[in-house]
C-alpha cells in the first residue's frame, strides 16, 4: 500500500475549490509514455499549472499501470527540477469501471479515481459509485462519478446517442454518493469524429460549424448542485490545422470535429472545473510524427520523431493552459 501523499501528489479537491471559485478549470491530460508525460509537465511547469495526469484503462493495458505510477512519481520530482518549488499533480484512474480496478489504483499510489457506473441502471451507478467512495475517503483519494452517456466510445462501450444528464437527479446522486466531483453528458464526446457533418451548420467559407453544448442543461445542473465540481469529458477541439498536416503526409481523417475551443472557455467559467483532452494530444503527436517521415524518410532514431511530437504536444498543452482552460499562473 503506498500513500500518493508519499509520492508527492495531490488529489483534487483544494484544486477544483479555486477553480470553480477563480472561473478557470484544471485539465486532464491522458498519458501513455514518457513522452506525454514530459510534454504535460513541461508546459504545466512553464504556465504555472495545476494539472492532472490521467490513465485510462487502455494506458494500464498499453504501458502498465506500475510503470505508469512511477512515472507519475518521476513527473513531481521532474516538475522541481525544471524549477517548480511545490508542483500540483493529480494521478487520475480515468474511466475506471469496477471496485477493484479503483482500489488497486488507490492502493498503488493514484491521488484521484473515476469510477463510471454510467452505463448501469441508475440505482446500480449509485451503490458502485458509493462503494468506491467509502473506500477511497479513508485515504484521503478523491472520487468522481458520472451520470448521463457520452454519444462514441468510451473504452468497449459504445453509444450511439448522447443519453443527457438529468438535472433532476444530481442532488440524489451526489448526497448518496457521496462523490467529490460529477462527470456530466451536455453534448460532449470522445474522439476525433465528436459530429457527423449531418449535424453540423457551415459557415460562409463552407467551414462545418457543430451544434453548441448543451449549456441549459448545464445551468440546471448547477442550480441543483451550486458550487459542486462539475467534469467534462470528450472536450478536444480536433484543430483542423493537425488534422490537415496529418492528411497532408499521408493520413487518412475524415470529417474529425471537435469541440470549439470558445465553448470550453464559456464551460470553464461555470462549475465546470475539470475539462478532459486525450484525442488533440494524439494528433498533436499524430501530425508531427508524419512530418518527419515524410520529410526525412531515412530516420530511424525514435529520438527524431518522438522530439518533435513532445515538442508539438507541449505547445499544444501550453495554449490549452494558456487560452482555453485559463489554469494559467494558479498554482497553490
Ligand atoms: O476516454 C477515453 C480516453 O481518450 C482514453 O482512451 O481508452 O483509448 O486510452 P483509451
Ligand atoms: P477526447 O477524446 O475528446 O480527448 O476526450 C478524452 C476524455 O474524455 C478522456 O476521459
Ligand atoms: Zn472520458
Known amino acids: 500500500m503506498v500513500n500518493y501523499k508519499d509520492l508527492g501528489l495531490v488529489n483534487t479537491k483544494d484544486m477544483f475549490k479555486r477553480a470553480i471559485a477563480g472561473k478557470y478549470a484544471i485539465a486532464a491530460f491522458n498519458f501513455n509514455n514518457l513522452e506525454q508525460m514530459q510534454a504535460i509537465v513541461q508546459a504545466a511547469v512553464e504556465t504555472k499549472s495545476p494539472v492532472i495526469l490521467q490513465v485510462s484503462s ?3 493495458k498499453y504501458a502498465n499501470q506500475t ?7 518521476g513527473a513531481v520530482e521532474y516538475a522541481k527540477e525544471l524549477g517548480c518549488e511545490k508542483p ?10 469496477s471496485f477493484e480496478l479503483c482500489k488497486s489504483c488507490i492502493d498503488m499510489g493514484f491521488s484521484s479515481v473515476m469510477i463510471d457506473g454510467s452505463h448501469f441502471p441508475y440505482e446500480e451507478n449509485i451503490a458502485l459509485t458509493k462503494k468506491v467512495v467509502e473506500y477511497a475517503h479513508q485515504f484521503d483519494v478523491t472520487v468522481e462519478g458520472e451520470l448521463g452517456v457520452l454519444a462514441g466510445v468510451e ?7 448522447h443519453t443527457y444528464t438529468q438535472p433532476s437527479e444530481v442532488v440524489d446522486f451526489v448526497t448518496r454518493t457521496g ?3 460529477l462527470a456530466i453528458s451536455i453534448g460532449t464526446s470522445h474522439g476525433a469524429n465528436k459530429f457527423t457533418p449531418a449535424q453540423c451548420t457551415r459557415d460562409e467559407n463552407g467551414i462545418l460549424i457543430p451544434p453548441p453544448l448543451r449549456f441549459d442543461i448545464l445551468e440546471e445542473i448547477e442550480k441543483e448542485i451550486p458550487g459542486f465540481p462539475i467534469v467534462l469529458h470528450g472536450s478536444s477541439s480536433v484543430p483542423q490545422d493537425l488534422v490537415a498536416q496529418i492528411n497532408q503526409y499521408g493520413g487518412k481523417l475524415v470529417d474529425s470535429i ?17 475539462i478532459n483532452i486525450d484525442s488533440d ?27 518533435p511530437a513532445r515538442d508539438s504536444l507541449k505547445a499544444l498543452y501550453k495554449k490549452k493552459l494558456e487560452n482555453v482552460l485559463g489554469s494559467a499562473g494558479k498554482l497553490a
Not at 473504452?155 to 446517442?161: I, K, T
Not at 471537435?258 to 461555470?270: D, F, M, N
Open 88 to 97: 500540483e499533480i493529480v494521478l487520475h484512474l480515468d474511466h475506471g469501471d
Open 67 to 73: 510503470l505508469l505510477r512511477y512515472l507519475a512519481q
Open 58 to 60: 487502455g494506458a494500464r
Open 281 to 307: 494530444g494524439r494528433l498533436a503527436m499524430t501530425a508531427a510524427v508524419r512530418k518527419v517521415f515524410a520529410e526525412s524518410p531515412a530516420e530511424f532514431d525514435p529520438r527524431k520523431y518522438l522530439g
Open 179 to 181: 462523490v467529490d466531483s
Open 258 to 274: 471537435g469541440i470549439p475551443e470558445e465553448q470550453l472557455r464559456k464551460a470553464a467559467s461555470s462549475a465546470v472545473c475539470k
Open 155 to 161: 473504452d468497449d462501450v459504445v453509444a450511439e446517442h
